[in-house]
């Protein structure tokens, strides 16, 4: 059903482009599949301040509950940019997937919370302890990268896989004695808590990145529509940046969260329109664990990011915010 639905707006929207491709002042469409959280926040902003119309596009949005999903329709033709992290993007690219990486557009750290009676005061103290974790995503490899920091190995902990939203119940019960996690999972915790827990001091251990994300096709055919997206997501941080608490009242309400609650963590959330060395090593590190793991194709070997990041519309945006070197 779904199926014959997609076609016919996709030949809908064919005729419309003819029609349409006539008069100059046609707005060029963009389909934006997105994952709705305040990690997707820059785009949020942008659409709601109609930031895109400004550089002549009309975007439809496609809201996910995670960034997989929302490159999976970009790469299934169901959509034209996605909003994702990095672990989509290196599976995409461990299965040779021509995609093009075109920025990160946030970042923010994974966390440890502890439970105070166990004793945990340093990364190294987690030795012999139960540790709450989510297999196959950031915290899995937050977890190992911690451990690894604090020189143990995964054989000297006990690792428990959880949803983040059953943390802190698992905590509250002591079945595990800390958990590993991204946030607001980590400030729910403290709030049901209180002073039975305490956050571990991890920062830059390991964090998750947001970008965006297009096919190699459709960046070669639509390369004037691509960068000036990037200059409604550049305009959407400078807003973001000058206005805390509306941007915190948008994004709240978009994402359907209280907005006291997302002001409390709001400064965890690094929003910024860049290509760095972060968005390479971060797909490195997560790119080596899924050949570690074998959670990757049989016989795939360590991909050449640089190969995946195209830096030419940003370039054009704002040649600055292209901080790797040879890009």
Do not use: C
Not at 102 to 119: C, H, I, P, Q
Not at 150 to 175: E, Y
Not at 199 to 212: H, I, S
């Amino acid at each position: 059903m779904h199926h014959h639905i997609g076609r016919f707006v996709l030949a809908g929207t064919a005729i419309l482009l003819a029609l349409s491709s006539g008069f100059s002042n046609a707005a060029d469409k963009i389909r934006l599949a997105q994952n709705l959280a305040p990690i997707s926040g820059l785009a949020i902003i942008a659409k709601q301040k109609n930031l895109f119309e400004k550089y002549g596009l009309d975007v439809a949005v496609n809201n996910f509950t995670s960034g997989r999903q929302a490159l999976e329709t970009v790469l299934g033709g169901g959509a034209d940019i996605a909003t994702t992290a990095e672990a989509p993007i290196t599976a995409a690219a461990l299965a040779r997937q021509k995609i093009a990486l075109l920025a990160r557009m946030e970042y923010s750290d994974d966390k440890t919370l502890v439970n105070k009676s166990a004793g945990i005061n340093s990364a190294a103290d987690l030795k012999g302890k139960r540790i709450g974790y989510t297999v196959g995503t950031g915290s899995e490899i937050y977890t190992l990268t911690l451990l690894k920091k604090a020189g143990l190995t995964k054989s000297d902990v006990t690792l428990v896989n959880l949803r983040p939203q059953d943390m802190v119940a698992a905590l509250s019960t002591n079945s595990i004695d800390a958990y590993n996690t991204w946030e607001p999972h980590i400030s729910n915790g403290k709030k049901a808590l209180g002073d039975k827990v305490k956050e571990l001091d991890t920062k830059g251990v390991y964090a998750e990145t947001f970008n965006l994300v297009v096919t190699e096709e459709y960046l070669s055919k639509n390369e004037k529509s691509v960068t000036a997206f990037l200059r409604a997501i550049l305009d959407a941080e400078r807003f973001l940046k000058a206005n805390r608490d509306e941007s915190i009242t948008i994004i709240a309400a978009a994402t359907g969260m209280k907005k006291e609650e997302l002001a409390e963590i709001w400064n965890d959330y690094i929003f910024e329109l860049v290509l760095d060395e972060r968005v390479l090593s971060t797909l490195k590190n997560h790119a080596e664990w899924r050949l570690e793991s074998g959670n990757a194709p049989a016989g795939a070997t360590l991909p050449d990011f640089h190969k995946f990041i195209f830096a030419a519309p940003l370039k054009q945006v704002a040649p600055e915010r292209v901080k790797i070197p040879g890009l």
